[in-house]
């Protein structure tokens, strides 16, 4: 099963990373969809003050131009990720409107 780690930070606002937190407790229902429709088995998000990383298991049918293809033409996901985009901003180094950033593995045991 492929794996990708990437990464994201949340604005610095205590009381926006809370309602970042209560939304990610219950995502909508659509976003859930959309993420295991894309081929995505599995998604882990963790948090330390307000870097976001996440861990994604994937079946062989997931790419990430697929995922786009199929966000962008979900208006439920649209909304989903401009609401989201409220908390989110880019980690130095990412491209322009370009959020979650894709790590690169330097290490395993």
Known sequence: MPKYCLTLDLKDDPALIAEYERYHESIWPEIRTSIIDSGITGMEIYRFDTRLFMIMETDDSFSFERKGAMDASN????????????????????????KWVLMKKIFEL
Not at 75 to 98: C, D
């Open 75 to 98: 208006p439920k996901v649209q909304e989903w990720e401009n609401l989201m985009w409220n908390y989110q901003q880019p980690v130095k180094g990412a491209m322009k409107g370009e």
